[in-house]
């Protein structure tokens, strides 16, 4: 965990705890329904967090996630977090690709669009 601090003009960031993955239970994103920031992780003990935005707390997860597949290749609990977008390879997901996403949806109604256009034999 790291603690910002901006002294006169400088930013500083404090390591004010250090938690290994290995130790990580759980991962409890408290509303899945709602535009919420808050999150608890589950170690020895359980830690209350708030991330920068809704956005950034999926992001957060998505990574641990992808950490724990490619090193530790343990169970981790993921709960209360929409799956939509929490996994990566939905056309759902949002880590900066919204324009992907739109041209996705623009391609599919074009063929759609297309198809029923043409004639049948």
């Given at each position: 965990?790291?603690?910002?601090?901006?002294?006169?003009?400088?930013?500083?960031?404090?390591?004010?705890?250090?938690?290994?993955?290995?130790?990580?239970?759980?991962?409890?994103?408290?509303?899945?329904?709602?535009?919420?920031?808050?999150?608890?992780?589950?170690?020895?003990?359980?830690?209350?967090l708030e991330?920068?935005?809704?956005?950034?707390?999926?992001?957060?997860?998505?990574?641990?996630?992808?950490?724990?597949?490619?090193?530790?290749?343990?169970?981790?609990k993921i709960?209360?977090?929409?799956?939509?977008?929490?996994?990566?390879?939905?056309?759902?997901?949002?880590?900066?690709?919204?324009?992907?996403?739109?041209?996705?949806?623009?391609?599919?109604?074009?063929?759609?669009?297309?198809?029923?256009?043409?004639?049948?034999?």
């Amino acid at each position: 965990m790291v603690k910002h601090l901006r002294v006169d003009r400088e930013e500083k960031y404090e390591i004010v705890e250090k938690w290994f993955l290995k130790d990580l239970e759980m991962i409890d994103g408290k509303e899945a329904d709602t535009d919420n920031p808050y999150f608890d992780m589950h170690f020895h003990k359980i830690y209350n967090l708030e991330a920068y935005s809704c956005a950034s707390k999926y992001t957060f997860a998505r990574t641990l996630n992808k950490l724990n597949e490619m090193y530790l290749k343990k169970d981790l609990k993921i709960v209360n977090f929409d799956d939509t977008y929490l996994n990566d390879d939905s056309i759902w997901s949002s880590n900066n690709r919204d324009c992907l996403v739109l041209m996705r949806i623009c391609f599919y109604a074009s063929n759609l669009l297309c198809l029923s256009l043409c004639p049948l034999s």
